[in-house]
């Protein structure tokens, strides 16, 4: 039921999400943290810097994974619910409200997903891509909620949607990623890239699964 979301103004920003994703297949909500939530989870995401367990990102599944620090830049930690701190399950229950109010909404039948804490590096990209694989089509939103305090538009880092219309051609829409920030789009049907920052560049990155994460690589 849509009145177990007792914060009106949360219930708000999800009515925002569904409303944008169905009319043009990406969202951005600003405030979807708040300062102190976000001021939290960067405290965790320092904490699990502090244990050294980020690893380079890679690209593609399984025998197809490669590493190519070119293409993809980013240093990632994924998460495990059953091991996440505090703030990072206040995130992750938010999260599963997102998940439940876009199926009664959106009937996009939505089973699970998948995050992982996110960090670039000054001068690091993530070249174009889509988040669906080709040997793997069960991603069907991909969300990323920002980390980043004090961000300025001189500091870069936006992420960039290539939006395609009906004639062929493309719309680019760059979103900066300022604390608190959440976007997300089509996993399957909106090019992206990650543009260099001057400084270091924090996220909350993830997707929305058709099916149950645990079967995701099965």
């Known amino acids: 039921m849509i009145e177990e979301i007792e914060d009106d103004k949360l219930l708000q920003k999800f009515e925002q999400i569904a409303d944008r994703l169905s009319d043009k297949g990406y969202a951005i ?22 244990q ?18 070119q293409v993809r830049g980013d240093f990632i930690r994924w998460i495990e619910p059953s091991e996440a701190l505090p703030p990072t399950q206040i995130f992750l229950d938010r999260m599963n409200e997102v998940m439940r109010y876009i199926n009664r909404t959106c009937f996009l039948g939505l089973k699970d997903f998948e995050f992982h804490f996110t960090v670039y590096p ?19 939103l991909s969300f990323i909620c920002y ?6 538009p001189e500091n870069g880092g936006n992420l960039r949607l290539y939006l395609p219309n009906e004639d062929g051609t493309e719309e680019e829409v760059d979103i900066l990623p300022i ?13 992206h890239e990650v543009l260099a920052a001057n400084r270091h560049r924090y996220s909350l990155t ?7 994460n645990e079967l995701t690589f099965l």
């Not at 979807?32 to 699990?48: I, K």
């Not at 000054?122 to 069907?140: A, E, I, K, S």
Request: glycine letters at 8%; one cysteine or more; charged letters at 25%.
């Open 29 to 50: 909500v600003d405030n979807f943290l708040e300062p102190e939530e976000v001021h939290n989870l960067l405290e965790v995401l320092q904490h699990h810097q502090e």
């Open 206 to 212: 993830g997707w929305m699964l058709d099916q149950l």
């Open 179 to 191: 604390a608190g920030r959440l976007a997300c789009f089509r996993a399957d049907l909106i090019p």
């Open 122 to 140: 000054p001068g690091t990209v993530y070249q174009r891509h889509l988040d669906q694989f080709q040997t793997n089509d069960h991603r069907r």
């Open 52 to 69: 050294g367990t980020f690893k380079k990102a890679g690209i593609g599944t399984a025998d197809q994974f490669t590493v190519d620090k």
């Open 147 to 152: 980390l980043n305090e004090d961000w300025k």
